[in-house]
Nanobody, 120 residues
C-alpha cells in the first residue's frame, strides 16, 4: 500500500523559511510527478508546485518557493523562503500516476498534510 509521509511543517515568523519533505513508499515502481498543494481554512485546495517532466509553480510562490525531487528515494521537497502570513495553510503532498509492483494501473495518492503557520 502506497503511503506518503510529510514532515517539516510548523510555526515560523514572516520572512522566515521552512523546508517540507514528503517520502513515498509501498512498492513503487514509477511516478509521473510529485507535487505540493495547500488548503487554508475556508479555501479550496490549490496547487503550489509540481515536479514532473517539467516544473510548475503557482504565481504567488514564484521566486520564493523551490520544489525538488529525489527520484531514487521517491521523495519531494519544498523549500519555502520569504514566508508570508497568507502562506498559512495545511500543505499536502501529492503523488501522480504511481505504478506499484502489484499492479500495472496508475493511481494518484495524497499525504495526510502538514500544518504551516506564518505568524509573528
Amino acid at each position: 500500500q502506497v503511503q506518503l509521509v510529510e514532515s517539516g511543517g510548523g510555526l515560523v515568523q514572516p520572512v522566515g523559511s521552512l523546508r517540507l519533505s514528503c517520502a513515498a513508499s509501498g512498492g513503487i515502481v514509477s511516478m509521473n510527478a510529485m507535487a505540493w498543494y495547500r488548503q487554508a481554512p475556508g479555501n479550496q485546495r490549490e496547487l503550489v508546485a509540481r515536479r514532473g517532466g517539467s516544473t510548475n509553480y503557482a504565481d504567488y510562490v514564484k521566486g520564493r518557493f523551490n520544489i525538488s525531487r529525489d527520484n531514487a528515494k521517491n521523495t519531494v521537497y519544498l523549500q519555502m523562503n520569504s514566508l508570508k502570513p497568507e502562506d498559512t495553510a495545511v500543505y499536502y503532498c501529492y503523488a501522480e500516476g504511481v505504478v506499484v509492483v502489484t499492479s500495472l494501473h496508475r493511481r494518484d495518492y495524497w499525504g495526510q498534510g502538514t500544518q504551516v503557520t506564518v505568524s509573528s
